[in-house]
């Protein structure tokens, strides 16, 4: 079946834009999370949601960071007035049930210059 | 704090050559080790869920132990497909077992 999706793949953002960074599931899976990737790091932790609820959003490094999933399946990550700072590689990944394994999207990769 | 050290950051290996890349983590209560592969431009891609110390598992050519300090994972005879990044990753009690967290992983790069 499909896996997790995102989009878009690259984004180039101007410092100081808003960006929105999209993720698709797998269908039927409950619990989602997103992810930082630096270059030559391993994924940081940024959010989680079961269903539509947000439970954990410690990870957020500012509040210029947010992330919603309304219905209970798509999610996107919004960050606001852009950082040279959050150029990074933005991870998406769903699991079936709380504490299944994660399986991870492709990534979208921001620069902002 | 819940910590994972990978090493070593690089290793280089001829095809056939085997070795072992190791993961050693501090967490109480583990509830469960990750093993992921990523290529370049990629997601990570799982590939085990070790629960317990004295636990192994295989696939193809490459084998994952757990003890209680750390984990292996070996890779025997490997193919320059293998080259990729291998990332370990924890989840416990401190990270309400739900996230991961993750070591800075080591970059295998295996040459014909």
């Known amino acids: 079946g499909a896996g997790v999706s995102q989009s878009p793949r690259y984004k180039v953002a101007k410092r100081g834009q808003d960006v929105a960074l999209r993720c698709d599931p797998i269908s039927g899976h409950v619990s989602l999370f997103w992810y930082q990737q630096a270059l030559g790091q391993g994924p940081e932790f940024l959010t989680y949601?079961?269903?539509?609820?947000?439970?954990?959003k410690s990870g957020l490094p500012s509040d210029r960071f947010f992330a919603e999933r309304p219905e209970g399946s798509v999610s996107t990550l919004k960050i606001q007035r852009t950082q040279q700072e959050d150029s990074a590689v933005y991870l998406c990944?769903?699991?079936?049930?709380?504490?299944?394994?994660?399986?991870f999207g492709p990534g979208t990769r921001l620069t902002v210059l | 704090e819940d910590q994972v050290t990978q090493s070593p950051e690089a290793l280089r290996l001829q095809e056939g050559e085997s070795s072992s890349l190791n993961c050693s983590y501090t967490v109480s209560g583990l509830r469960g080790l990750f093993w992921y592969r990523q290529d370049p431009g990629k997601g990570p891609e799982f590939l085990f869920t070790?629960?317990?110390a004295g636990e192994e598992k295989e696939k193809e050519r490459l084998k994952a132990t757990l003890t209680k300090k750390e984990s292996f994972l070996h890779i025997t005879a490997p193919k320059p497909e293998d080259s990729a990044t291998y990332l370990c990753a924890v989840q416990g009690p401190s990270t309400g077992f739900q996230k991961l967290v993750f070591g800075t992983g080591t970059r295998l790069l295996v040459s014909p």
């Open positions: 949601f079961q269903n539509e609820a947000q439970l954990d």
């Open positions: 070790l629960y317990s």
């Open positions: 990944a769903s699991s079936l049930v709380i504490r299944d394994t994660q399986y």
